[in-house]
């Protein structure tokens, strides 16, 4: 589904605080599958997810998604596709106070096109799954470390997308929480999404959830 061939990243090209994040990633991903990146900080895991999720290009090498190139993709198709085709779950949430459980989650949507209706219905139907209706006119702000990770996914899956994105998503939760993150995972691939993630946390790596678990460190991979 994706094939990274000979994934390069540089930041601050040609300066003299330039750093390769980067270094030759050769790798493919399975679709329907859980896919999850080992490795200690600065191995390269966030900005390799930054890549195939269209958050950045590459600065070497090519990515492919479901059989196309889009390496080269001008910025408003690779936007296109990133609405469409990823969600995504950052470590920190990234909820905007101020602003409800269901305003939270239905914002992505918006240049879709979708009518407010629609989109509310959808982000109810997601709260019930994810066993939030009871909390979705709240402001993000009183929820608890739980509850806004679970809005951070019903956010994540408003827009239907084939592959879920997620960085450190059990950092700031405690075990049992992680367990339920878990849970949750196993029901996203039995809906046929493909998941990457990145991990320090054994007992998400270790999981009968994931089904592969790929190596990292100083930009490269490395065996598992």
């Known amino acids: 589904m994706i094939e990274l061939s000979n994934i390069k990243k540089a930041f601050n090209q040609g300066q003299p605080n330039e750093y390769w994040a980067l270094h030759g990633i050769d790798l493919t991903v399975e679709a329907g599958k859980v896919t999850a990146f080992r490795g200690p900080s600065g191995s390269g895991k966030t900005t390799l997810l930054t890549i195939v999720g269209c958050l950045s290009r590459p600065t070497h090498g090519r990515v492919r998604f479901k059989g196309e190139d889009i390496s080269g993709l001008p910025e408003r198709f ?13 470590q920190q949430f990234n909820l905007i106070k101020g602003l409800s459980a269901l305003e939270n989650v239905i914002l992505p949507a918006f240049p879709t096109g979708r009518p407010r209706a629609e989109l509310v219905a959808a982000a109810g139907e997601l709260f019930d799954q994810l066993k939030l209706g009871h909390r979705s006119a709240a402001k993000v702000e009183w929820l608890s470390g739980g509850e806004q990770q679970r809005v951070a996914i019903a956010r994540a899956l408003i827009n239907n997308p084939e592959v879920i994105i997620a960085d450190e998503p059990t950092a700031n939760l405690d075990t049992a929480l992680s367990r339920e ?3 949750i995972l196993e029901g996203f691939t039995a809906a046929g999404k493909t998941v990457l993630l990145t991990s320090h946390d054994p007992l998400v790596v270790e999981s009968s959830a994931v089904h592969r678990v790929v190596g990292m460190r100083d930009g490269r991979l490395v065996d598992g």
């Open 78 to 90: 690779l936007t296109d596709i990133r609405r469409q085709s990823f969600g995504f779950i950052f």
């Open 181 to 183: 993150f878990m849970a």
